[in-house]
């Protein structure tokens, strides 16, 4: 039987932490100067790519970390490093002029994983998929993170809306501001992944 509690526990964990309503102006910044079109598909492809990468995690996470002999903290530090170097070309402006490769890997990386699918993430749903206990768990745990991913994707697809009224002076804003909250996420997730380290040693 359809667990709602474990639903509901799950659903709001992957909220706080891939954050929808943070991950709009961070969408905008990349996004920024492509047609609509593109933009539009690169929603569906950020949301597409962290569903594939949580989803391959959820079914076997704790065995792929352990055959390639990868802590948490590791996975955590390395998606930080990550996070950083786009957070400084947002900062620095050198995203400003985007090529139809740059379409793809910004979808790809950093928007489907790890900002979306970052280690918090990951470390949630093994989690969720080990503890659940008969079908009625599974199917709820993943029926949470197939909703999440389309709150995700409905969030990113609209919130394309508000480059049409801010302009390009208010998307170079946009950008800068989303490079220094990028940076200290990522400053954050590698401060984070140290202590486990750390509490490990």
């Given at each position: 039987m359809f667990d709602v509690a474990v639903f509901g526990s799950l659903f709001l964990t992957l909220f706080?932490?891939?954050?929808?309503?943070?991950?709009?102006?961070i969408f905008l910044a990349l996004t920024s100067g492509r047609p609509a079109k593109v933009q539009r598909r690169m929603a569906g492809q950020a949301a597409a790519v962290a569903f594939g990468v949580i989803a391959v995690f959820g079914i076997g996470g704790q065995q792929i970390l352990?055959?390639?002999h990868v802590s948490v903290?590791?996975?955590?530090i390395a998606g930080g490093l990550l996070l950083l170097l786009i957070a400084l070309d947002l900062l620095t402006g050198k995203n400003d002029e985007p090529t139809q490769?740059?379409?793809v890997n910004v979808a790809l990386v950093p928007l489907g994983m790890p900002l979306l699918a970052g280690p918090g993430a990951i470390v949630s749903v093994i989690l969720a998929v080990q503890h659940a206990r008969g079908v009625g768990d599974q199917v709820a745990v993943w029926t949470a993170i197939a909703?999440?991913?389309g709150v995700l994707w409905v969030t990113m697809r609209y919130s394309l809306l508000i480059i049409r009224v801010i302009k390009e002076g208010g998307v170079v804003l946009v950008t800068r501001l989303s490079g220094m909250m990028l940076s200290a996420i990522a400053v954050q997730q590698i401060?984070?992944?140290v202590i486990q380290v750390a509490h490990t040693a």
């Open positions: 706080v932490i891939m954050d929808p309503p943070g991950i709009t102006p352990d055959y390639l903290p590791a996975l955590m490769t740059k379409d909703a999440m991913h401060i984070n992944g």
